[in-house]
């Protein structure tokens, strides 16, 4: 005896939305390991291949099989660094986070001062070395380097943007 179409269309559900879930935690790996801490990363994910691009705390924990703490954590770290925004709903205790309505990632790439930050860094570490030598030169040039892409990124971002009205 076969299941009726209702049965077999929510296992079709259940096996898309676990296919889903693992290509998120497999691109979140990727990212964690290119230097994005690991739980955001996971938590991006999930904002992105959700179906809204929006979901509550409670609904990120269960999807992520994380404690309200991690999400937190995450949700906090994402907002600081321009992905996502709290969404206040009315009536509800429960805040939706979502990403930003602008691609999230144009966004944050326009308003890093990340770049900025490590050439100063980097500038401040070349200051405590020796004059002349072959490691001042070193991280000299790697702050010279994030200058770099600090000015290069909002022609890279046009041309991104280009890009994508291209294919539309």
Excluded: C
């Excluded at 497999?26 to 994005?36: I, L, P, Q, V, Y």
């Excluded at 308003?111 to 490691?135: H, Q």
């Excluded at 030169?137 to 200058?147: C, S």
């Amino acid at each position: 005896m076969s299941a009726g179409p209702e049965v077999a269309a929510a296992r079709d559900t259940l096996a898309t939305a676990a296919s889903t879930a693992a290509a998120a935690e497999r691109t979140a790996a990727a990212f964690a390991a290119a230097g994005f801490p690991k739980m955001p990363a996971r938590t991006l994910l999930a904002l992105v291949s959700s179906e809204q691009g929006s979901l509550t705390a409670a609904e990120l924990a269960d999807r992520l099989g994380a404690s309200a703490a991690a999400v937190s954590g995450a949700v906090r770290y994402l907002q600081t660094v321009g992905f996502v925004h709290r969404i206040s709903q009315p009536g509800s205790r429960r805040d939706l986070y979502a990403l930003h309505e602008d691609e999230w990632y144009v966004v944050s790439m326009r308003n890093s001062p990340v770049y900025e930050k490590l050439a100063a860094l980097t500038d401040a570490t070349a200051e405590t070395l020796p004059e002349g030598s072959p490691a001042r030169a070193r991280v000299a040039e790697m702050a010279r380097f994030y200058r770099f892409l600090k000015a290069r990124m909002p022609a890279l971002l046009d041309e991104w943007e280009r890009e994508r009205e291209g294919e539309r």
